[in-house]
Nanobody
Framework: QVQLVESGGGLVQAGGSLRLSCAAS????????MGWYRQGPGKQRELVAQ???????IYADSVKGLFTISRDNAKNTVYLKMNSLKPEDTASYYC????????????WGQGTQVTVSS
Protein backbone atom coordinates (compact mmCIF):
# COMPACT_ATOMS: atom_id res chain seq x y z
CA GLN A 1 0.00 0.00 0.00
CA VAL A 2 1.30 3.43 -0.90
CA GLN A 3 1.84 5.88 1.91
CA LEU A 4 2.43 9.60 1.51
CA VAL A 5 4.37 11.56 4.11
CA GLU A 6 4.18 15.34 4.03
CA SER A 7 6.47 17.88 5.62
CA GLY A 8 7.29 21.56 5.47
CA GLY A 9 4.20 23.23 6.82
CA GLY A 10 4.27 25.83 9.54
CA LEU A 11 3.66 29.43 10.52
CA VAL A 12 4.94 32.20 8.30
CA GLN A 13 4.33 35.91 7.97
CA ALA A 14 2.56 37.33 4.97
CA GLY A 15 4.96 37.72 2.09
CA GLY A 16 7.06 34.80 3.25
CA SER A 17 7.78 31.47 1.63
CA LEU A 18 7.47 27.81 2.46
CA ARG A 19 8.26 24.59 0.65
CA LEU A 20 6.13 21.54 1.18
CA SER A 21 7.39 18.05 0.45
CA CYS A 22 5.49 14.83 -0.02
CA ALA A 23 7.29 11.52 -0.28
CA ALA A 24 5.51 8.41 -1.51
CA SER A 25 6.57 5.02 -0.23
CA UNK A 26 6.36 3.49 -3.69
CA UNK A 27 4.07 2.39 -6.48
CA UNK A 28 3.93 5.78 -8.16
CA UNK A 29 4.88 5.72 -11.80
CA UNK A 30 6.41 8.75 -13.39
CA UNK A 31 3.43 9.00 -15.74
CA UNK A 32 0.96 9.26 -12.88
CA UNK A 33 -0.29 12.49 -11.41
CA MET A 34 0.94 13.97 -8.14
CA GLY A 35 -0.09 17.23 -6.59
CA TRP A 36 -1.60 19.25 -3.79
CA TYR A 37 -5.03 20.21 -2.57
CA ARG A 38 -5.83 22.51 0.32
CA GLN A 39 -8.75 23.15 2.61
CA GLY A 40 -9.04 26.42 4.46
CA PRO A 41 -11.26 27.15 7.46
CA GLY A 42 -14.89 26.93 6.37
CA LYS A 43 -13.93 26.25 2.77
CA GLN A 44 -14.16 23.33 0.41
CA ARG A 45 -11.08 21.39 -0.56
CA GLU A 46 -9.57 22.85 -3.72
CA LEU A 47 -6.85 21.84 -6.12
CA VAL A 48 -3.75 23.97 -5.68
CA ALA A 49 -1.32 22.43 -8.14
CA GLN A 50 -0.87 19.22 -10.05
CA UNK A 51 1.89 17.62 -12.04
CA UNK A 52 0.08 15.35 -14.46
CA UNK A 53 3.04 13.08 -15.10
CA UNK A 54 2.78 13.79 -18.81
CA UNK A 55 4.76 17.01 -18.79
CA UNK A 56 1.90 19.28 -17.81
CA UNK A 57 1.32 21.29 -14.66
CA ILE A 58 -1.97 22.74 -13.51
CA TYR A 59 -2.39 25.56 -11.01
CA ALA A 60 -5.31 27.20 -9.32
CA ASP A 61 -5.75 30.72 -10.65
CA SER A 62 -5.13 32.13 -7.17
CA VAL A 63 -1.60 30.71 -6.99
CA LYS A 64 -0.37 31.07 -10.57
CA GLY A 65 2.98 32.79 -10.63
CA LEU A 66 3.34 32.44 -6.87
CA PHE A 67 3.48 28.69 -6.25
CA THR A 68 5.61 26.17 -8.12
CA ILE A 69 5.10 22.44 -8.18
CA SER A 70 8.01 20.16 -8.92
CA ARG A 71 8.69 16.49 -8.77
CA ASP A 72 11.58 14.09 -8.30
CA ASN A 73 10.53 10.77 -9.78
CA ALA A 74 13.65 9.02 -8.50
CA LYS A 75 12.56 9.89 -4.97
CA ASN A 76 8.81 9.55 -5.57
CA THR A 77 8.53 13.03 -4.11
CA VAL A 78 6.50 16.07 -5.06
CA TYR A 79 7.24 19.58 -3.82
CA LEU A 80 5.26 22.77 -3.59
CA LYS A 81 7.23 25.99 -3.31
CA MET A 82 4.99 28.77 -2.08
CA ASN A 83 6.13 32.37 -2.42
CA SER A 84 4.49 35.66 -1.42
CA LEU A 85 2.16 33.88 0.94
CA LYS A 86 -1.06 35.60 1.99
CA PRO A 87 -3.34 35.05 4.96
CA GLU A 88 -5.90 33.53 2.60
CA ASP A 89 -3.38 30.76 1.83
CA THR A 90 -3.89 29.52 5.38
CA ALA A 91 -5.12 25.95 5.08
CA SER A 92 -4.37 22.30 5.56
CA TYR A 93 -2.46 21.15 2.52
CA TYR A 94 -2.90 17.59 1.32
CA CYS A 95 -0.72 15.90 -1.22
CA UNK A 96 -2.00 13.20 -3.50
CA UNK A 97 -0.49 10.66 -5.84
CA UNK A 98 -2.16 8.36 -8.32
CA UNK A 99 -0.95 4.81 -8.06
CA UNK A 100 -1.43 1.92 -10.43
CA UNK A 101 -1.43 1.59 -14.19
CA UNK A 102 -4.66 0.28 -15.70
CA UNK A 103 -6.61 0.85 -12.49
CA UNK A 104 -5.74 4.19 -10.95
CA UNK A 105 -6.14 4.76 -7.24
CA UNK A 106 -5.66 8.19 -5.67
CA UNK A 107 -3.60 8.11 -2.50
CA TRP A 108 -3.65 10.93 0.05
CA GLY A 109 -1.28 12.32 2.61
CA GLN A 110 -2.35 13.15 6.14
CA GLY A 111 -2.19 16.89 5.59
CA THR A 112 0.17 19.59 6.76
CA GLN A 113 -0.94 22.91 8.21
CA VAL A 114 0.15 26.19 6.68
CA THR A 115 -0.70 29.33 8.64
CA VAL A 116 0.06 32.76 7.23
CA SER A 117 -0.12 35.64 9.67
CA SER A 118 -0.85 39.19 8.60
Amino acid sequence: QVQLVESGGGLVQAGGSLRLSCAASGGIFSGNAMGWYRQGPGKQRELVAQNTGTGRTIYADSVKGLFTISRDNAKNTVYLKMNSLKPEDTASYYCFADSGVSLIRREWGQGTQVTVSS
